[in-house]
């Protein structure tokens, strides 16, 4: 067998395989649950000027447990389906900041910030939404908090409606 195709066979190979059937299905108990003898995060009301819409934007903020000026953060963009609001990861029915209070508590994350910001449609038209989220509401977390802000440090995510951007 020649050198090079022996080489590609082990590069090819993964470092670190699983049986598909030993990975986890379920998330464990209780994982969505809030716990009293942790640390928890702040869950705060912002509102941005948006240069998209020429008015007043509201959205939402979890600052992790232990949120210090001194270090930065990576920031997740989080958007609600159809219809809701920038509430809807933490109080309608999301818990966002639950599972992350559990899941840095366990040490399993690094510690993060969560923005939600209203991007329901009768707020905000389709096609402004990138813009909103691009111009004004990224560059408003920028300023205002700790954060990194290049690529691999922010991410953008959505539920249902909330994935078209």
Known sequence: MPAFFTLAVLL???VNSMAAETLPTMPPAGYDQARNNIPHG?????????SATKSQRKARIYLPPGYSTRNKY?????????GGSENDWFTGGGAANVILDNLIADGKIQPFIIVTPNANTSSISDSKLPDDILNSLIPYIDSHYSVYTDRLHRAIAGLSYGGII
Request: glycine share 4%; no cysteine.
């Open 12 to 14: 090819a190979m993964p």
């Open 74 to 82: 990576s920031v997740l963009y989080l958007l609600h389906g159809y």
């Open 42 to 50: 702040q869950i705060n009301s912002i509102t941005y000027q948006s």
